[in-house]
C-alpha cells in the first residue's frame, strides 16, 4: 500500500517542522494532522499524550500514510518510544513512526564549541529529559540544561509572539536558563512553536550563542532515512500535494496556519478518538 507521508502535532508548530520537510522534498505527498482540540499537550501526563498520539497515528495510518513524523516535542518525549516498542510491532509493522528528538540531538552536539547546551521546550518535553538522555547518548562529553517556556506556545497561538508583551517572558526563560549554565553556546528550540520567536530570541542571548531551530535538521535527517530504507521510500506517493486536517474549526486552523506557513491553505475537520 503506497501513500502519503504523515505529520502529527498537538497544534500548529508542527507546521514548521512539515515546511522544513517539503522544502527539502517537495516532490512527496503530505497529510497535516493537528489536535488542536485538545492542544496544548505540553503539561498533560505521559499516559494522556500517548493516548491522543496513538489515535492521531492511527488515524494518520487509516489514511494510508506508510509513515508518520511526530512533529511534537511533547508527543516524541512522551509516546514516541511506547508506540514504537509496543504498538507497530503487533498492529502495523510495515508502518514506521519518527519523532523530532533524536535527529535534534544526532547534530546539537557538533556545532556547540563549549559542549553546553541548552533546551528551551514546554514543561512536558523538559520533566521527560528526553533531549538529555540522547545528546549524552551521542555526545557524552555535553552538558544539556533545560528550561520550561510555560506561556510560549500561547505567544505564538494568540498571535502575541512579535508584540511587545512577549518580550518579558522571553527575556525572563532565557535569564533563567543562562543562570543555570553560563557557559551555553547552543540552544535549541525544543518546541515546534518557538521558532516564531527567534528574532526575539537572538535579541536577549549574548553574542554568539546559537539558535537551533529543528525544521532543517528533521528534513534532513529524513532524507537519510528515506535513503537507507528503500523499501519504505517506494511505499511514499509522489504528487507534490499536501492536505490538512484539524480537530478544531478548520476557519481558526486557517487564520493559525497563515501564521506558520506565510500562505492560505484549506483544512478539513475530523474527529480523533
Request: hydrophobic residues 35%; contains cysteine; negative net charge.
Amino acid at each position: 500500500m503506497a501513500g502519503p507521508i504523515g505529520v502529527f502535532d498537538s497544534g500548529y508548530g508542527g507546521l514548521t517542522i512539515l515546511e522544513g520537510i517539503r522544502k527539502r522534498m517537495p516532490e512527496y505527498d503530505y497529510i497535516y494532522l493537528g489536535d488542536n482540540a485538545r492542544a496544548p499537550y505540553g503539561t498533560r501526563s505521559f499516559d494522556v499524550v500517548y493516548e491522543f498520539t496513538l489515535q492521531a497515528v492511527k488515524k494518520l495510518f487509516e489514511m494510508e500514510c506508510p509513515l508518520v513524523i511526530l512533529g511534537c516535542n511533547t508527543a516524541s518525549a512522551k509516546a514516541l518510544r511506547s508506540i514504537q516498542q509496543n504498538y507497530l510491532p503487533y498492529n502495523a509493522p510495515n508502518r514506521r513512526v519518527l519523532g523530532v528528538i533524536r535527529p535534534t540531538a544526532e547534530v546539537v552536539g557538533d556545532m556547540s564549541h563549549s559542549k553546553h547546551i541548552g533546551v528551551l521546550a514546554t514543561e512536558g518535553t523538559i520533566k521527560s529529559q528526553s533531549y538529555n538522555l540522547e545528546i549524552k547518548k551521542i555526545h557524552p562529553d555535553c552538558t544539556v540544561v533545560g528550561q520550561a517556556c510555560p506561556m510560549w506556545v500561547s505567544l505564538v497561538e494568540n498571535n502575541e509572539f512579535d508584540k511587545p508583551g512577549a518580550d518579558y517572558f522571553i527575556q525572563t526563560s532565557l535569564e533563567k536558563l543562562l543562570s543555570k549554565d553560563p557557559q551555553i553556546d547552543t540552544i535549541i528550540l525544543g518546541c515546534t512553536h518557538f521558532p516564531l520567536l527567534t528574532d526575539k530570541i537572538k535579541h536577549y542571548l549574548p553574542k554568539g550563542v546559537k539558535v537551533v531551530p529543528q525544521g532543517q535538521y528533521i528534513a534532513s535527517s529524513l532524507e537519510d532515512y528515506l535513503h537507507r530504507h528503500p523499501d519504505m521510500d517506494q511505499q511514499l506517493t509522489r504528487g507534490a500535494t499536501c492536505q490538512y486536517f484539524t480537530s478544531e474549526s478548520c476557519v481558526k486552523f486557517r487564520e493559525c496556519a497563515s501564521l506558520f506557513l506565510h500562505e492560505d491553505v484549506t483544512a478539513e475537520r475530523i474527529t480523533l478518538n
